[in-house]
Structure formats: C-alpha cells, structure tokens
C-alpha cells in the first residue's frame, strides 16, 4: 500500500514510527521477532499485513571494559581508527591487561534479545586464543555487552610470554 513503503530509523528509545500504528518498541528484538511484532500490532488495522525488515546502517555500539584493564570505561565501536569488533580489540580500546590479568578468567555479559531483560554470561580464556589461536575465544561484540577482565590470584609462570602478547601495552 502507498504510504506505508519507506524507510523508517529506530530511534534512541528503541522504538520506530510508523504509518496507522505510531510509535512501536523494537529495541532488543531481533529482525524476525521485530517483524512479528510489527505484524501483529498492524493485524489489528490491516487484513494481510506483510512486513520486510532489512538493516540500512548500523549504528555505533557501545561496550563497557572492566576488571584488569589499564583504561576501564565504555567504548564505542567508532572512537578509535581500529573497529571494536570482538573482545581483544576491547581490551586492547582499553589499553590492555594489567600486571595482575588474569587471562584465563574473562567473563562476557550479554543482554538476551527479547522484550524481557535476561542476560546471559560467557566465561572466555585467552590463553588458549593466545597459543592454540582457538578463536571461538575472541567473540564478535554487540551493543552493550560487558567485558570483565578478573584479578589473577597467582602470575602464571610464563608471564614473559603473555607481556609481549598483543593484549599487552
């Protein structure tokens, strides 16, 4: 139908405009379930409503660094002339580990897509990224996840093989 066709942005709030229906929260739904959504909403207006998503631009993310980090803080996917795409490319935004890192306890908080607030939490080890290059270790980043990098109780003996690694000052 003429006037429903278009491109609509998602605003800060999480939620679009749209035609008949108004402002509509779509913020932590993924495109099908943002679509489902729509489509319901619209079935109350419209006999056959079709909805096709598509993502046009992204928008920057914003991830918080925490723990062992010479810099803790929140960055933006944008702020450096490297991408933050995944959690080495965090940590190195933060200005890498401390002395007292522990590599092998980094923890990944993570907000569940939903309407409901849920998160899940992902333990990580770099070591095994740093030398057996596992890279299910270093996860590609989404909008505020939270990166904690935990205190070492006892330094690893080969320390001197972690301070020349690249999430290292």
Do not use: C, M, W
């Amino acid at each position: 139908l003429e006037g429903f066709n278009g491109i609509y942005k998602v605003l800060n709030d999480g939620s679009i405009i749209l035609p008949v229906i108004g402002q509509v929260y779509i913020e932590n739904l993924s495109i099908q379930q943002a679509s489902e959504f729509i489509e319901k909403k619209l079935s109350k207006e419209l006999l056959v409503p079709q909805i096709s998503l598509t993502i046009e631009q992204t928008r920057p993310i914003k991830i918080s660094v925490i723990g062992e980090v010479n810099n803790p803080g929140v960055y933006s996917n944008y702020e450096d002339k490297f991408p933050i795409e995944t959690v080495v490319d965090a940590i190195r935004a933060a200005g890498g580990i401390t002395p007292n890192s522990n590599l092998t306890k980094i923890s990944i908080r993570r907000r569940i897509g939903g309407l409901e607030e849920k998160y899940k939490t992902a333990k990580l080890d770099l070591f095994d990224l740093i030398y057996n290059g596992n890279q299910l270790q270093n996860p590609y980043l989404l909008d505020k996840d939270t990166i904690r990098v935990e205190r070492a109780e006892n330094l690893p003996t080969d320390i001197a093989r972690i301070a020349s690694s690249s999430l290292s000052p």
